[in-house]
């Protein structure tokens, strides 16, 4: 294992990470305000920007990569004011030949549908981190809509009526934005184990609901996949997520404790299924471990982990092959995210 860039202090770590695998680059935003955001390059494997942070006394409520149509690929963050009312939204050009001095800008709420999101990475969906869009709201005509202090996102599609008006009273999360699909994640008010995933596919503009593959299903999106992932309520046949005697139990300077992560009021079966988002095909891989997570999907291959192990696996037509071990290290149990350098 090569290290070839350092990016983060060791002693504070990271505060958020967003990866886009159409941009073939990443966004690492640091623990400290006062410490740079850097723009990882997958092709050249190495930090291509850092920026000081714009956020002064505000407080950062949400953050996303935007692809903008008139500022290019963003690194966005929502700033709430610590003394007035106020919010704004702040973007970071990404393009690295942009001085950091000019690459600042405020933009429009009208921007909002041009937010990238990757869903979920880690174990409990808190090991490795939330990419998503909160406060959207399907409003009286099947328009997905973002209200923001200075105007409102208006999504350009229109969501049929049988696909929630039979829901009970909802919560609505976007979950993924990519190039393929957009993801709505459905939540009951007052039973929030009764979820619900609808898929808009973008090539023909039409929508579907996730096949019901496991009472919840936590998503991720990759170029031409979404990740789902299998997790219910705890039962006496599995009390508790599976896998247990291979969890970290504490936490260490690269990531939280996976005990804590798998115990979250759900428990994880050690499932992921690959759903391809032209086909609608669904590929299981079955580890019986919770700590486990697709990191990539390239070139016909599958890339994930699974505890502190590597694995590949071709994607056939029948389903996923007979997965090769690439390798073993302490390390791989906090990669969340992976690339291959072009």
Avoid at 31 to 50: E, G, Q, S, T
């Amino acid at each position: 294992m090569k290290r070839v860039a350092k990016l983060a202090d060791a002693t504070k770590g990271t505060d958020w990470i967003a990866v886009s695998h159409e941009w073939r680059m990443a966004v690492v935003a640091p623990k400290d305000p006062n410490d740079p955001f850097l723009v990882v390059d997958f092709d050249k494997a190495a930090v291509v920007k850092r920026c000081p942070g714009n956020r002064g006394e505000a407080v950062v409520t949400e953050q996303w990569l935007v692809d903008s149509p008139t500022r290019g690929h963003v690194f966005a963050q929502a700033l709430a004011s610590t003394t007035s009312a106020s919010e704004e939204i702040v973007g970071v050009a990404l393009d690295p030949s942009v001085a950091c001095d000019q690459s600042f800008s405020v933009l429009s709420p009208l921007e909002g549908p041009q937010v990238v999101v990757s869903g979920f990475a880690g174990i409990g969906e808190q090991s490795g981190g939330h990419d998503g869009v909160y406060h959207v709201h399907i409003d009286g005509e099947g328009r997905l809509v973002r209200w923001f202090p200075h105007g409102t996102a208006l999504y350009d599609f229109r969501i049929p009526g049988e696909m929630y008006r039979d829901f009970p009273s909802k919560e609505e999360f976007l979950e993924v934005n990519n190039r393929d699909a957009l993801v709505l994640l459905l939540v009951d008010r007052s039973n929030r184990a009764n979820q619900r995933l609808l898929i808009y596919r973008k090539s023909d503009r039409t929508w579907r609901r996730a096949p019901a593959l496991s009472e919840r299903l936590a998503v991720r999106g990759l170029p031409g996949f979404l990740v789902l992932v299998a997790k219910q309520s705890p039962t006496a046949a599995m009390p508790v997520s599976a896998g247990e005697k291979e969890w970290r139990k504490g936490a260490t300077r690269s990531g939280p404790s996976v005990d804590d992560a798998a115990r979250g009021g759900v428990v994880y079966p050690g499932r992921m299924y690959l759903y391809e988002v032209a086909t609608e095909h669904v590929f299981p891989i079955v580890t019986n471990q919770a700590d486990s997570e697709v990191l990539l999907v390239e070139q016909g291959l599958v890339y994930y982990r699974v505890s502190n192990r590597l694995y590949s696996a071709p994607i056939t037509d029948t389903g996923i092959s007979h997965p090769r071990l690439l390798a073993t290290d302490e390390a791989i149990r906090d990669a969340h995210w992976a690339f291959i350098k072009r």
